[in-house]
């Protein structure tokens, strides 16, 4: 019903900047990104309402990261600047499809996110 994909990441500097992209197809309520490093846990980065752009970032992401989206594209897309060897994970994007009265981060298990992207590699490294 949806499907997800990511591109963009690579392999980068630190202080430098990497655009991934999250083409979606199928209806979406938000769109959100997540990273997963090496042997660590999943974690929230950012999301978007697709409806009215309102943003979430995680305070890891606040000042550095800019989430953004193109409707006409189905596309969401994270641009990450200042970018920290701990930056370096796999990044997801994940699809909400259901209407919520309030956007807001994601719940603990990100349960709220059906559809997920198959992941794109940010490593920051001199």
């Known amino acids: 019903q949806v499907q997800l994909v990511e591109s963009g990441g690579g392999l980068v500097q630190p202080g430098g900047s990497l655009r991934l992209s999250c083409a979606a197809s199928?209806?979406?309520?938000?769109v959100g990104w997540f990273r997963q490093a090496v042997r660590k846990e999943r974690e929230f980065v950012a999301a978007?309402?697709?409806?009215?752009?309102?943003?979430i970032f995680a305070d890891s992401a606040k000042g550095r990261f800019t989430i953004s989206r193109d409707n006409t594209r189905n596309t969401v897309y994270l641009q990450m600047d200042l970018l920290k060897p701990e930056d370096t994970a796999v990044y997801y994007c994940?699809?909400?499809?259901?209407?919520?009265?309030?956007?807001?981060?994601?719940?603990?298990?990100?349960?709220?996110?059906?559809?997920w992207g198959q992941g794109t590699q940010v490593t920051v490294s001199s």
């Open positions: 978007i309402s697709w409806t009215t752009g309102r943003t």
């Open positions: 199928g209806r979406i309520t938000s």
């Open positions: 994940a699809a909400d499809v259901t209407p919520r009265d309030l956007f807001s981060p994601p719940s603990k298990d990100s349960k709220e996110y059906d559809y």
